[in-house]
């Protein structure tokens, strides 16, 4: 079984993302649809744990964090977390705009 990212739209038309397990896209797009959510695009998903601990070995455990980084960062992540922005997506976008490399 293969893992799925997709992005759908629920039945009052918002959009949806996440993952889902299954034995190919067509069979994604089944398990979609039986939940009511109609599937606009769906990619094979990367091996997440390897880009994870790649990341974890690149960052210098060193480095100190400022008190200015900590408040833009708690700023930002409550702004995402109030437009109702799940916690997992909202970690990922700020750490894509992290100035170290994950």
Same mark, same amino acid.
């Given at each position: 079984?293969?893992?799925?990212?997709?992005? =759908?739209?629920?039945? #009052?038309? @918002? /959009?949806?993302?996440?993952?889902?397990?299954?034995?190919?896209? &067509? =069979?994604?797009?089944? #398990?979609? @649809? /039986?939940?009511?959510?109609?599937?606009?695009?769906?990619?094979? &998903?990367?091996?997440?744990?390897?880009?994870?601990?790649?990341?974890?070995?690149?960052?210098?455990?060193?480095?100190?964090?400022?008190?200015?980084?900590?408040?833009?960062?708690?700023?930002?992540?409550?702004?995402?977390?109030?437009?109702?922005?799940?916690?997992?997506?909202?970690?990922?976008?700020?750490?894509?705009?992290?100035?170290?490399?994950?």
């Amino acid at each position: 079984m293969s893992v799925y990212e997709y992005t =759908a739209l629920d039945e #009052k038309g @918002r /959009e949806r993302k996440g993952f889902v397990d299954a034995m190919g896209v &067509a =069979a994604a797009r089944q #398990k979609l @649809r /039986e939940e009511n959510v109609y599937p606009v695009e769906i990619n094979q &998903a990367e091996n997440r744990k390897e880009t994870a601990l790649s990341g974890i070995l690149k960052i210098n455990i060193w480095q100190r964090v400022s008190a200015n980084d900590v408040s833009i960062f708690t700023r930002q992540l409550s702004t995402l977390l109030g437009a109702g922005m799940p916690l997992v997506p909202s970690l990922s976008i700020l750490m894509k705009q992290a100035k170290i490399p994950f």
